[in-house]
């Protein structure tokens, strides 16, 4: 059984449909990358997954419980084990590095501060941060505010973790420190839905790919199926355009 | 005219007079404090209300909206006088300072809510998702995202409406609360110029007000561009 | 204890009241209107004048948006006499509403002035457009765009504000509720009566102004 099965989810922004009938299973310990052209709605089914846009039809079932997106009681328990990192970073503005990677597990998991403080360190440490404990976001580099984000992501512990372009805002350094971080989340076991832009990098981490334009899932498979071998023309139109950059 | 003044100079400025105009400069101030300081809560009070989710609280929430779009329009004499003659129809004895502090905090709640709110919209609301993907409970997303990032909007216009209220306290004047331009009438009335009395009185009124219209135009230039 | 509301002798004075609102509004559109003319000299010497001019600009703006309206009407009322000067109350109020509604505007005039030297004259200058191209294609355009809702906000204050001259007996709508109150005793129900009239009024008066605002302007303004 997948640890995340979609099953035909639909969602719309006012009368734009922006996801039609989208079904992906995500096994666990198992790497999902989305890709697609902008626009093709990559952001909105991640969005969609954590309830940020409710979803029109279909169905969510995260182990073998389907997530009711009008409850909030049933909502509370989906987003106890997803955490997203959002493309544009999210942090807190007010608050310093360590406050925006701890608040959640002390105030919300109700964990005690030293022991969260303790590990908060080490994630930060992990994610070469280890100097910036008291900055603020706006004193920091993209790419840094990149890997607190991850880092407040990882502090929940989640089952599941979601990953929005987060090498996109980076110049060409960074990308390569934010991708060594995420590769080694996949080394470790964490399940993963990456949205990602960098094609060698989809081709080496994840286990499986999938294609989406038009708020659709064009083509889902293997990285060496969709890449070296796409069945469908959109999908083969797609990888010859990124192939060439 | 100058004549006038320079023989009633030294008669005006008495221990006793200025004792009476300083306990009613007292008295505006603290009809001002009060009117901000309880405006001030039950405008966040009304923001959080009409921020509110769920079905439950929509009478709630349409009359928090109700409230504050009626109370932004009316005069705030009326409004003094609707507070004087019903709070007298049920409760005789009220003092009319607390009736005056009523109808002030009636209006400064209406004016400061929606200064408040528009600094609950300033909050970035990527930042808003972030928490509610984090499950942050509504009292945390508050305390610790909102309230420290919208002060800073919510000050300088505050501090302008609070300017305005010091202003509009010379209206309690009209029912009888021994503030500055109650004063001012009652000396006028014992024979002093007008010049002299409204004169002082006028610039009692410009030394509290004008430091804190300077203040809050300054902080609106120092808070707006920094973050933290 | 029991105070009962009883609005049938206040009902037969609606009519009396409304034509109290027709005096409020007169008096709001008269400091408005001379008031603008005011504000924009102020505003204008405060940008343009020399030491002397923004001095004096300066400290009438200070004096009167610091001090309060109320007795600045009492004063021109009851003082003036002082010194021969008699004005009726409507005269009274009307010039010291519009000495206010001068100040306020000045400042608000000011605002809108310091946002377009700042931001799009270089950039029409940098295009090559002359002067007078600059001031009609630009500047105009752009402070009808950014003052339309400041000032119509402005405009709905004065309405409110124009209450104080009944403390001078003016009979505007305040005036005559307090009229009626002596008369009748039934003081809450007529200041009841009178608060739904300004309600009344003044977001009429407001959705006027943003239909203006959006076809004269393209400015969009919240009505409730
Ligand atoms: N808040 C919104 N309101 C209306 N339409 C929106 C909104 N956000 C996104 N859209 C539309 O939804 C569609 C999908 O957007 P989405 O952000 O999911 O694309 P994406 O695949 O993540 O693109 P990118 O690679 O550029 O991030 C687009 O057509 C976009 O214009
Ligand atoms: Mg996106």
Redesign the pocket.
């Known amino acids: 059984m997948p640890l995340l099965a979609i099953e035909g989810l639909s969602a719309c922004?006012?009368r734009?449909k922006?996801l039609q009938d989208v079904s992906i299973d995500v096994e666990k310990g198992g790497v999902v990358a989305l890709i697609?052209p902008?626009?093709?709605?990559?952001?909105?089914?991640l969005r969609a997954l954590v309830g940020l846009t409710k979803p029109t039809s279909g169905l969510v079932r995260f182990g073998d419980e389907t997530i009711r997106y009008d409850s909030a009681a049933s909502l509370r328990a989906a987003r106890r084990r997803m955490s997203i990192v959002f493309?544009q970073y999210n942090l807190f503005q007010n608050m310093t590095v360590l406050r925006n990677v701890t608040v959640a597990p002390v105030m919300v998991q109700r964990r005690a501060r030293a022991t969260v403080e303790a590990e908060a360190r080490d994630v930060l440490a992990k994610v070469g941060l280890a100097g910036k404990h008291a900055a603020y976001p706006d004193q920091l580099s993209g790419g840094q505010q990149q890997r607190v984000a991850i880092a407040r992501a990882l502090m929940l512990r989640p089952d599941l973790l979601l990953l929005d372009?987060v090498t996109a805002a980076l110049d060409p350094e960074l990308v390569g420190e934010v991708l060594d971080t995420i590769r080694t989340l996949a080394a470790g076991g964490m399940t993963m839905i990456v949205?990602s832009h960098e094609m060698g990098f989809v081709r080496e981490v994840a286990d499986t790919v999938v294609m989406?334009d038009g708020?659709k899932v064009i083509e889902a498979g293997t990285p060496a199926e969709l890449f070296d071998h796409p069945k469908t023309e959109r999908a083969g139109a797609f990888m010859a355009k990124v192939r060439r950059p | 005219m100058l004549a006038l003044l320079a023989e009633q100079i030294p008669r005006f400025f008495t221990w006793s007079n200025v004792a009476f105009l300083a306990g009613a400069a007292g008295t505006t101030l603290l009809l001002t404090a009060l009117g901000s300081g309880i405006g001030a809560a039950a405008g966040l009070a009304i923001v959080l209300v009409r921020t509110s989710r769920g079905r439950l609280l929509l009478p709630l929430r349409a009359a928090a909206v109700l409230y504050v779009e009626v109370f932004r329009r009316i005069p705030f004499i009326v409004v003094l006088f609707i507070v004087l003659f019903s709070i007298q129809a049920v409760a005789p004895d009220a003092s009319l300072f607390t009736i005056a502090v009523i109808a002030i905090c009636l209006v400064s709640t209406a004016f400061l809510s929606e200064v408040i709110r528009a600094g609950f919209d300033s909050v970035p609301r990527q930042q808003l998702e972030a928490a509610a993907v984090m499950n942050f409970p509504r009292w945390l997303v508050v305390w610790s995202v909102i309230l420290p990032q919208a002060w800073k909007v919510v000050l300088p216009p505050a501090i302008a409406f609070l300017v305005m209220f010091i202003k509009d306290t010379a209206l309690a004047s009209q029912m009888g609360v021994v503030e500055l331009t109650f004063v001012g009438k009652t000396l006028n009335n014992r024979g002093f110029s007008s010049l002299l009395v409204f004169g002082t009185v006028m610039l009692i009124y410009f030394a509290i007000s004008w430091p804190l219209a300077r203040l809050g135009r300054s902080l609106e230039k120092h808070l707006a561009p920094s973050r933290h | 204890m029991d105070y009962v509301l009883q609005f049938g002798q206040v009902a037969g004075q609606v009519p009396y009241l409304l034509g109290g609102a027709v005096v409020s509004m007169e008096l709001a559109v008269i400091s408005f209107g001379l008031g603008a003319v005011i504000g924009l000299a102020c505003a204008s010497l405060q940008a343009y004048g020399g030491r002397v001019a923004r001095g004096v600009a300066g400290a009438y703006v200070g004096l009167f948006t610091n001090t309060p309206a109320f007795i600045q009407i009492y004063f021109l009322f009851n003082g003036l006499p002082e010194v021969g000067v008699l004005l009726p109350p409507f005269a009274a109020a009307a010039i010291g509403l519009t000495l206010v509604a001068g100040a306020y505007l000045a400042e608000i005039l000011r605002g809108g002035f310091a946002s377009v030297r700042r931001s799009e004259v270089e950039a029409a200058e940098v295009l090559g457009m002359s002067r007078l191209q600059t001031i009609q294609h630009v500047v105009v355009p752009h402070l009808l765009r950014t003052l339309f809702a400041p000032l119509s906000g402005f405009f709905i204050w004065m309405v409110l504000g124009s209450s104080i001259s009944a403390l001078i007996g003016v009979e505007e709508l305040t005036g005559r509720a307090i009229n009626v109150s002596s008369a009748t005793l039934r003081s809450i129900e007529v200041f009841l009566v009178a608060a739904v009239i300004y309600v009344g009024l003044t977001i009429a008066a407001t959705a006027l102004l943003a239909g203006v605002g959006r076809f004269a302007f393209r400015v969009r303004m919240k009505v409730i």
């Open positions: 922004y006012g734009l922006v697609g902008s626009g093709s709605g990559k952001s909105t089914l493309q372009e949205v989406m708020g």
